[in-house]
Structure formats: structure tokens, C-alpha cells
């Protein structure tokens, strides 16, 4: 019944994604048939009907296209499907309007050209293919036409145009892309060398959180606002020619035009050395430079392309923390020097512009302080939640995501007893190879950070010529960034959070101690759960045994039945115990006993299939709960495990002990019609085994 409905439920899927191709199978058939062969003004309710299936279709399929949510699965279907029916279309077109060789059959060479250029590449060409197998069709079997020299030109028209299009626009459209790629990339660039320059923190990355991008571009927007308003108020007050801010780079090698006011054409646009000219001289010695009656033409001002027209020259050194970081200059094209009240103007001007840029660290900090105790409050909502270990490395994985972008991640798990690390989970490029890995303390990175309780790589630098992550063999590949964080509670390490990243310096200062608080968080959510594990194990298995315990296995039971009434579903009990179990006891002692219980319930899990459920219902006393089972099968299940008991033997210090069981059998719903019942029955079975000699299987017919 179950294999019926899934078959017309993909039936009913095919055709809903299959009905524009029939659509465009019948018009194309139609048009074959040379039913579009006639005049306008002849055309009757059925060239309308036809029109009107022709446009709900074409519509509803447009409509799927732009709503589709996986279009890199499902778009090139979609381009093939309409693309098909605007061929077909235009060909029914061009039959009412003369055919072949009437005037309206370059139509075609316009939406080849079309299709050809938009649709997605495999689509393009298969329409192409298809354009000129319909026009075969049309020309040599609807219009009976012998000679194939107009079609062949047709024909190479048609692909002439498809080819031209598809290598042409596609390449115009690719360059497109990739320029706007290239501007796009240019402009993060600058984003994140200007960040680095005013020290805002880390700019952020390709691919990170949207509002950390949108933090970043409105802290520099306001630094460099603010940064212009000086600028622009000191060249009006002073009557500047050029006012300019010089600011070294991230290595301090040289020197780069923060912000500029000019009334010049000829200012370069740097990066500039670092000692070059007066500007060099003023930001590598950190000390005032006022230079007067300049010469015209004078070059010692790097930021001029050419020979200056500069009579006069200040330059004041951006001092912050006792480091010179750049320098403030300004210039005039007339002959008037720079008295000492502008140059203490121009020195406040330096106070007033490290102070604003001081204040958008602080806010820049502050925001991304907010959103990272937000991302650890969610993470610590989601461990709070999570029980399972499954559900807790999840959480631990989405929230480390969100505070720096990684390539791979893994959480691993350590045994001291076995002094075995396991990779309990791993994510993104290579995870599949380094699934389930386990390997024994080595000289690893996750070895070392799990003995020394401290994160590994220091730097966060990666070589995977020189470091190893798990196994020589097993090691990670292409990545620049690593960052192996130990998961430690109360003092013990019990694995490790490991983050990679292609990109250089991916978990630098600014991510790393937030990512050290969601390790411990995570740590402590994984010991949580594995608490609960136990707790949940001891409440529901035979410490013993290791099977269900007698309350589980009735919880089991009771849902097993309700399903197999729900569907109709045989359900088969195995109920058993050892044979003169307090013979054993009495002889060979409560340990011995113990034993032989334990053997019997391994027995028991070793032969019952993945789907059987198996409990020590009390004392010597087991069940085995079969599903879609019947009472013949359960009779061959029951013998296996009879013999498999009788064959074992048990050394004890007084001589080898060898035992035998008695089972009894019942199926629901032939024997019994509920949970208490069902379980009535099989015993009474077993203890028709008992009567009967022991030793032995018995069903309900045996009772």
C-alpha cells in the first residue's frame, strides 16, 4: 500500500514539474500538423483556446521561475521549459504569418539570439539544437518542401546567431560581473585597510555578519566626515591651498592621505614612502616643520605629481601614545609663512582628529561588545535547550559561525581512560575525510591544547607543512588560520573546539576571547549532557545487563503495540528464564549467578535484530519484543537463543557451570489483544516450557 502511494505521489510530482514540456510538446505537434497554416482572419475558437492554454501555461511558468527558491537546481529545467514554448510559439507565429519564408520569420533569429544569451548555459544550447530540429520538421514533413539548401541556410542563420549571442553577450555579461566584482572587492579593500589605518578594532571580513559590515562603514564614514569638516575648516580660516592628513600604514612603511582638502588638480594619490620629502621628514622625526619662501616649483612635497606651486609649508607630526602616526600638513600658493598662533592651531586641529577617531574605537568596541555577549547569550540559550550531545555541538558550532567565519570546524571529544581523542563532529571543507576520526595522544596541536589546557596555534597561524592538527595523515589542507581551543571543566580538559579558516589572520585578538567563552560554554553544555545521558541510562537500563530495565521495556511495549494496531503489524514477545536459576546461586555463588545472567542477556543482544527490543524484566527473567514478527519467526529466534546459551560453559572455582533457559512465545495480534495480555500469554507459555521438561520453546499452542 505504501510503495502504491509513494508512486502516484511522484507521479503527481513529475507531472507538476513536467506540464510546460507537454505543453510545449503539444503546441510544437500542432504546429507540425500545420494547423497554424492558415490566415488571420481564418481562425477560429480553437486557435483562441489553444492560445489561451498557450499563455495560462507559459504564465504560471514564468511565475514559478522567479518564486522557485532553489534556482541553481531547478533554473536550468525552467529556462528549457519556457524557452520551449516561446520557440514553439514564435513558430506558430510565423505559420499564420506566410510560413518559413514570410516576412516575420526573422522573428526566430531574434529569440534564438535571445534565448541564447539568457538562459543558462546548458539550456541555451539545447534550445538551439531545438530550434533547428522543429524547423526540419516544419520545413521538410508540414510545408513538403524538397529542397534543403534554403534550410540549411536557415539552419546556419539559426545557430549562427545562437553561437554569436551565447559567446559574445555571455562574455560581455561575465565582464560585467566581474568588474562590479572587482569594485565591490576594491572597495572592502578599502574598508579594511582604512580600519586598519584609524585602529577600529578589525575590519570586517568577506563573508561576515551584515550589521558588523554595516558598523564598519558608518564608523568610517563618521571618522572620515569629521576628518574633512577639520580639513575644510582649517583651509578656510587659514586660507590654505592644500590641507592634508597623513597617516602611515599598517606596517608604518608609508605614509597614506587619510583626508585631503585642495583647491589643486596635480595631488597624488599615494601610498607614499614613509621618509620621502617634508612630509616624510615631519611623521618619521615627529617634529614641526615650517618651511618659508619656497621657491616655485619646489619638489620636496611628495603629494604633488609635478614641481609645486607652494610658497609656504607646515607640517605637524599625529602623535598618539607616544608614537608618531602620521602628520597634519598645509600649504599656501602665496608668499605669507606660517606664524606660531596657526601652527597651535593646527596642533589643536591634531588633538580635535585623534579624538574623534579615539571616540569611533570606543563605539566601534562598544557595538561589538553588544553583539557578541547577544551571540553568547543565544549560545547559552541554546545549550540551556540542548540535551543531547548532537543538539549542544550544533549550537556550539552556529554560534562560533556567527562570531568569526570559519571553513572548517570540529569538536572533539578525549578519553583519558583510553588516552583516545575522537572527533566527535566536523564541518565544512574536508569534514568528510575526518569524520569519527579517533587517534591516541600525540604530538598534535589537539593533543597538545587538550595537555596543556590552552589554546594552539598562539599566533593563529597555520602551515600544514609544519603543524598537525590530528594525524600526519589525517590533517587539514589549504587553510591559513587555525585556532584549537581546549574545552575544560572543573580543571579537565574532555576535548577541543577547532576552528579553520583559508584566509590569514581569522581569529586574531579581537575573536579569540570571545570564542575562548563559548568553548568553556560548550564545554560545560557537553558535560551537561552527558549527565543527562547517564541519568537517563540509569533510569532506564539494568546497570547489570545493560538492557531496558522492566519499566522501560513496558513503556516500549505499550507503544509498540499501539503502532502495530494502528497498522496492522504482527508483534511478537519472547519471554524467558535461566532453569534452575537458584540451584546455580545455592552452588556456585551469587557471583556465579551474576555471570550467567550477564551471558544470557549479551546472548540475547547479539542475536535480536536492530529493530528488537530486549529487557531484564527481574531476577534471571528477560523479554525480547519483536516488530513485524510472527509467532514462527519468533519460534526461530527463541531456538537460536536457547541453543546459543547451552553451548556456553562458565569456569568457576569449583568446576565449569553450564546452564539452560526456557522461553515461551506469544504474537499480537493472534494471541493477545493488549500490552497485559500479551505479556500473560508468552509467560504462560514459558511456564508450559517449565512443565513440559525445560529446556525448551513454547508457543501458545503448547499451553
Not at 197 to 223: C, H, I, N, W, Y
Not at 626 to 640: F, M, P, Y
Request: a neutral charge.
Amino acid at each position: 500500500m505504501s510503495s502504491l502511494v509513494h508512486a502516484a505521489l511522484t507521479i503527481r510530482k513529475t507531472a507538476r514539474a513536467s506540464y510546460g514540456f507537454v505543453a510545449a510538446a503539444a503546441l510544437g505537434g500542432l504546429a507540425l500538423l500545420g494547423v497554424f497554416s492558415v490566415r488571420p482572419g481564418a481562425l477560429g475558437i480553437e486557435h483562441g483556446l489553444v492560445g489561451f492554454v498557450w499563455a495560462s501555461v507559459f504564465l504560471v511558468r514564468v511565475l514559478g521561475r522567479f518564486r522557485d527558491e532553489d534556482v541553481d537546481r531547478a533554473g536550468a529545467r525552467l529556462d528549457l521549459e519556457l524557452g520551449l514554448l516561446l520557440l514553439v510559439a514564435a513558430h506558430a507565429v510565423v505559420q499564420l504569418t506566410g510560413g518559413l519564408e514570410g516576412p516575420y520569420y526573422p522573428l526566430v533569429y531574434a529569440l534564438v539570439a535571445f534565448l541564447a544569451s539568457f538562459a543558462r548555459k546548458p539550456a541555451g544550447t539545447v534550445l538551439v539544437i531545438a530550434a533547428v530540429v522543429l524547423e526540419a520538421g516544419l520545413w521538410f514533413v508540414t510545408e513538403a518542401r524538397a529542397d534543403p539548401k534554403p534550410f540549411g541556410l536557415h539552419a546556419a542563420f539559426v545557430v549562427s546567431f545562437g553561437l554569436l549571442n551565447l559567446v559574445f553577450t555571455r562574455a560581455e555579461i561575465a565582464r560585467v560581473r566581474l568588474r562590479g566584482k572587482q569594485e565591490l572587492d576594491t572597495e572592502k579593500e578599502k574598508a579594511r585597510h582604512d580600519a586598519r589605518m584609524f585602529r577600529l578594532v578589525t575590519a570586517p571580513t568577506e563573508g561576515g555578519a551584515q550589521d558588523e559590515q554595516k558598523l564598519f562603514r558608518s564608523s568610517l564614514e563618521e571618522v572620515h566626515q569629521a576628518l574633512y569638516f577639520t580639513l575644510d575648516m582649517l583651509k578656510r580660516t587659514l586660507d590654505l591651498h592644500t590641507c592634508a592628513l597623513f597617516m602611515k600604514n599598517e606596517h608604518e612603511s608609508e605614509l597614506v592621505i587619510a583626508e585631503l582638502v585642495t583647491d589643486s588638480d596635480d595631488v597624488g594619490e599615494g601610498p607614499f614612502p614613509e621618509g620621502e620629502g617634508a612630509v616624510g621628514a615631519v611623521a618619521q622625526a615627529g617634529m614641526v616643520m615650517n618651511l618659508e619662501h619656497l621657491k616655485p616649483g619646489y619638489k620636496g612635497l611628495c603629494y604633488y605629481r609635478g614641481p609645486a606651486l607652494v610658497r609656504a609649508f607646515m607640517g605637524v607630526p599625529v602623535t598618539e601614545g607616544g608614537k608618531v602616526r602620521g602628520a597634519l600638513c598645509a600649504d599656501r600658493i602665496d608668499d605669507r609663512p606660517f606664524t606660531r598662533r596657526e601652527e597651535e592651531i593646527l596642533e589643536s586641529a591634531v588633538h580635535h582628529v585623534l579624538r574623534a577617531i579615539e571616540n569611533e574605537r570606543v563605539f566601534v568596541q562598544l557595538e561589538r561588545s553588544k553583539r557578541e555577549q547577544a551571540v553568547l547569550y543565544r549560545s547559552s540559550q541554546a545549550f540551556g535547550a540542548a540535551l543531547s550531545e548532537d543538539a549542544v555541538i550544533d549550537s556550539g558550532l552556529g554560534a562560533a559561525a556567527e562570531v568569526a567565519r570559519y571553513d572548517y570546524a570540529a569538536v572533539t571529544l578525549y578519553d583519558p581512560s583510553l588516552r583516545k581523542h575522537t572527533v566527535r563532529r566536523a564541518v565544512g571543507d574536508g569534514a568528510a575525510e575526518l569524520a569519527n576520526l579517533t587517534f591516541r595522544d600525540n604530538t598534535s596541536l589537539t593533543a597538545m591544547a587538550v595537555r596543556n589546557r590552552h589554546y594552539l596555534p598562539y599566533r593563529g597561524e597555520y602551515d600544514g607543512s609544519q603543524q598537525v592538527v590530528y594525524t600526519k595523515k589525517a590533517n587539514l589542507t589549504g587553510m591559513e588560520s587555525l585556532l584549537v581551543l581546549p574545552l575544560i571543566v572543573r580543571e579537565d580538559a574532555i576535548g577541543t573546539l577547532c576552528l579553520a579558516a583559508r584566509r590569514p589572520d581569522a581569529f586574531g585578538n579581537t575573536v579569540r576571547p570571545t570564542l575562548q567563552v563559548l568553548a568553556n560554554q560548550l564545554a560545560v553544555a557537553l558535560a551537561n549532557a552527558s549527565s543527562v545521558r547517564r541519568l537517563e541510562e540509569l533510569a532506564t537500563t539494568d546497570g547489570l545487563t545493560g538492557c531496558l530495565n522492566k519499566r522501560a521495556f513496558m513503556d516500549e511495549m505499550d507503544k509498540r503495540i499501539r503502532s502495530a494496531e494502528r497498522f496492522g503489524r504482527k508483534l511478537s514477545l519472547l519471554v524467558t528464564d535461566i532453569d534452575h536459576f537458584k540451584r546455580v546461586n545455592d552452588t556456585y555463588g551469587h557471583a556465579t549467578g551474576d555471570v550467567v545472567i550477564k551471558e544470557l542477556g549479551a546472548v540475547l543482544r547479539r542475536v535480536k535484530r536492530e529493530t528488537d527490543v530486549v529487557a531484564r524484566f527481574g531476577g534471571e527473567e528477560f523479554c525480547v519484543l519483536c516488530e513485524e514478527t510472527d509467532t514462527e519467526g519468533a519460534l526461530l529466534l527463541a531456538e537460536r537463543i536457547r541453543e546459543e546459551l547451552g553451548a556456553a560453559a562458565f569456569k568457576t572455582e569449583i568446576g565449569t557451570v553450564k546452564v539452560t533457559c526456557s522461553l515461551g512465545v506469544a504474537t499480537f495480534p493472534r494471541d493477545a489483544k493488549g500490552q497485559g495480555t500479551l505479556f500473560e500469554t508468552a509467560d504462560k507459555a514459558l511456564y508450559a516450557a517449565k512443565h513440559a521438561g525445560r529446556n525448551r520453546v513454547c508457543s501458545v499452542k503448547d499451553i
